[in-house]
């Protein structure tokens, strides 16, 4: 019960500190500071146009664009380009949506192979005879040379879902890339010697994967397929547990197509193909079983747990933990960061959230920063108020300006409810002291998940973690928390995404330097 305990603490704390980015939000657009009364007027907004839900809504003086489209409900097809979501309402008024000529996307992203992870010995020669340097996802050019050494094996990426697991003595040499060839996309390689494992699965209709041999070229057929190619000096064997393949030999003539379970022996001496029904004795898992029992330790120890912080309405946080090297890092995201070249009829994050939740933003956000973020956390700003109050408050260092606001006197104290909120906004004194406060306060919840000064009960646990909407299991949580425990001395960081401020319709955007996104996390370790 101690250790569930446990685990639950951990979970309040990772919340929490998700709770405090909501009002990030209003460093973005904010109309300026107002000092004063808290009295909240109510006004009346009808929305217009393209919507699920249209109709007149009554709402507190300050809801965004982006709160009201959000129960109002976007369509596939809504045109938001002209809106500001992030600009609040303070007079009752109209709100009307307009329609886009066919439904937002996302771009079909180029295919690309990478080096995702190797033991032993490997050899990655380019075109030029050059050696490159491996680490774990590399990405392999046309002309690139694989090889692996004795007792070694790879698994190499092929576009967004692809794998090929190479075995010790294996060279691949990728010749195209993702290439437009007679209306398809052509990914070819030769397979010189060794065995491969290729599980080729195809994210579009328009994909080919094709693998060439000394005696065969072998197609790969329908939504793709799962079959082991052995290269020997004098023939090669095809062992296809799953899909469809097209076996031509090298030149014309013979061409076969194979089905799910069946094993195909091709020699160079150009003796007629010989197939057979595929041995229950061959087992591809067992053979690859090193490489999966090594990448499976290698990401319990390497890789970080990436969270994506999505603060309605409108922030949005890049969480990174490298429990290795006791490594905490967030990275501040914009919602009117741009991501037109990822998308079609999509232009800001804010956005991309109204159309497709955090799963669509994830996607963004792991193009614009070149890396994976498989967890995400979905917050509000009534989850602040509850969480903040079911704590019974959390501590601040109320400077002079906040205490006249709040009316209370300045210095270290506890605010919960609409207090807290009220703290974390721009409205008491600009955005600049806004910024400190939430970085204060991120801070301070950071501290005390690592020294574990506050407990919760865990009916409080259970409490909050039911009403978050986020994609954490309790294994996971366990898993994480353990680990986190582990280390003492954690390294805190807060970075900014690169980017240039540029003008669309009427909002002001920042378009992100991807050259330098991509190597963010990298450049700060």
Known sequence: MKRLFSIFTACIYLILIGASLWQGFL??????????????????????????????????????????LQVAGVRPTSDLSMLSLTAQIDSSGELTVGTLDKAVGMSEESLSVRLEFFFGELSVISVDGRSVPQHE???????????TEASSQAELSAGLY????????????FD?????????????????????????????????????TIPVAISVGGSGADFLVDAQSD??????????????????????????GQSATIFTDERPFQITKLTPDISI??????????????????????????????????????????????????????????????????????????????????????????????????????????????????????????????????????????????SISGIEDARRRQSEMLKTLFNGLQSRSLIPTLMLADQIIGSTETNFGATEIMD????????????????????????RGNRNCLNPKLDQCKILLNAYE
């Open 27 to 68: 460093l973005l657009r904010q109309l300026q500071p107002r000092y004063g009364g808290t009295d909240i007027a109510m006004i009346d907004v009808m929305v217009e146009g393209n919507v699920r839900r249209p109709g007149r809504y009554r709402v507190a003086q300050g809801t965004t664009q982006f709160e009201i």
């Open 137 to 147: 996802r590399l990405t392999i050019s046309p002309g690139d040379r694989i090889l």
């Open 162 to 173: 692809s794998r090929i697991d190479m075995d010790n003595f294996a060279e691949l040499v």
């Open 176 to 212: 195209k890339i993702g290439v437009a060839e007679n209306e398809r996309i052509l990914t070819e390689l030769y397979q010189k010697a060794g065995a491969c494992w290729h599980k080729i699965v195809y994210a579009r209709n328009s994909e080919l994967f094709r693998i060439n």
């Open 235 to 260: 023939r090669i064997t095809i062992n296809l547990m799953d899909g469809l393949l097209l076996v031509e030999r090298t030149g014309g003539g013979e061409a076969i197509n194979m089905i799910s």
């Open 285 to 426: 898992n067992e053979q690859f079983a090193q490489l999966s029992r090594e990448k499976v330790n290698y990401l319990s120890r390497q890789m970080p747990l990436s969270i994506l912080f999505c603060g309605t309405p409108a922030v949005f946080y890049f969480i990174n933990v490298y429990y290795d090297r006791a490594s905490y890092t967030v990275v501040h995201l914009p919602g009117e960061l741009l991501i037109e070249q990822f998308a079609n009829g999509i232009s800001t994050l804010d956005q991309a959230f109204l159309y497709g939740g955090p799963v669509m933003v994830a996607t963004f956000v792991e193009r614009i920063l070149d890396t994976r973020i498989p967890k995400y956390i979905v917050f509000d700003k009534n989850d602040i108020v509850k969480v903040a109050g079911a704590m019974g408050g959390l501590q601040a260092d109320v400077d002079r300006g906040a205490a006249s606001y709040l009316q209370r006197a300045a210095g270290k104290q506890k605010l919960s409810d609409q207090a807290l909120v009220r703290y974390l906004s721009p």
């Open 480 to 503: 994480n928390y353990g680990k986190f425990c582990e280390k003492t001395n954690w390294h805190y960081r807060e970075l900014t995404i690169p980017a240039a401020a540029e003008r």
